[in-house]
């Protein structure tokens, strides 16, 4: 298991975050993700912590609190020590009725902070993430509050999901401006099917030093080999109750092919080689792994040990790569046209 420093932080996070959306959901949109109880997230806690997964990922509105109460009382049970464990979890969602218990304001973050750590049972949360953008929040307000929680020991660093590219290198600027703390990482949806964020995300995160948290690596159990054209999948499996993320299937369906050649002959999953493809992506600082058993959490860690050639990444990016847009084909062009002056450019010659 690799370990990476998380955007410009001294953290190391291991290559894979264990997701814990599958604990404790029972009714409602949570059930049909996933209703591990305390004794089987234990296990699949466990399992990670001794596969060497330091990074464990929840939020405050998985199953309503209870996914964050099961973690915190696993790592409890567990006896694992702080500081060998890196625990993010997020604020934004509804935890209440009534304007307020939503957002990324001041009071609801302020108010967030305490109930998670009440409920993980732990002194300081090591990754605070906003779950979202809010419009109706300033962004500095958001900024400055997350700072002072930093500054008062709660909150070591601080991170930010599924925000424009746009909006984070605001925040970055009002953090740089005011020597507040900023946002070193970005949680988002990226798959070999959904490369969406590689248009304007992933060079900002290049370019600022912010690291990438991936949720959904499966496309929500889509790339897991289960589905596919003439595949529906196993009933009661979480894409034929929960149809989420939105995905092109078709472009899905050339991904699953392509990869299951590559799968087969390696003698390994398809859910491995989809995994494998996003841990070689050098922007990628963790991959978001979640199970519902011992065996998927498993097969999600032997993607660790899989490595893809040049051959086999080609043939994946022909099937998977997004088409030309606009102004991306024109800074291409121009940037190219760039490249060829510069590569021109006598040695010594001034630029």
Known sequence: ???????????????????????????????????????????????????????????????????????????????????????????????????????????????????????????????????????????????????????HGHVRYVGVSNWAAWQIVKALGIAERHGLARFESLQAYYTVAGRDLERELVPMLESEGVGLMVWSPLAGGLLSGKYGRDQQGEAGSRRTQFDFPPVNRERAWDCVDAMRVIADAKGVSVAQIALAWLLQQPQVTSVIVGAKRPDQLADNIAATR???????????????????????????????ARRQQLAGTPPGSSR
Request: charged content about 20%.
């Open 1 to 151: 298991m690799r370990h990476h420093p998380l955007g410009r932080t001294g953290l190391f996070v291991s290559e894979l975050c264990l997701g814990t959306m599958t604990f404790g959901g029972s009714d409602g949109i949570w059930g049909k993700i996933g209703d591990l109880q305390q004794a089987d997230a234990e296990r699949l806690v466990g399992a990670a912590l001794d596969a060497g997964i330091n990074f464990i990922d929840t939020a405050d509105v998985y199953s309503g609190g209870v996914s964050e109460q099961i973690t915190g009382q696993a790592l409890k049970n567990l006896k694992v020590v702080r500081d060998s464990v890196v625990v993010a979890t997020k604020v934004f969602g509804e935890t209440g009725p009534g304007p307020n218990m939503r957002g990324a304001s001041r009071g609801h973050i302020a108010d967030g902070i305490k109930a998670s750590l009440k409920r993980l049972q732990l002194d300081h949360i090591d990754l605070y993430q906003i779950h979202g953008f809010d419009p109706a929040t300033p962004i500095e307000e958001t900024v400055r509050a997350l700072d002072q929680l930093v500054r």
């Open 306 to 336: 899989v490595a893809l050639s040049t051959d086999e990444l080609a043939a994946i990016d022909a099937v998977s790569a997004l088409p030309a847009e606009y102004p991306g084909w024109m800074l291409e062009r121009q940037g190219g």
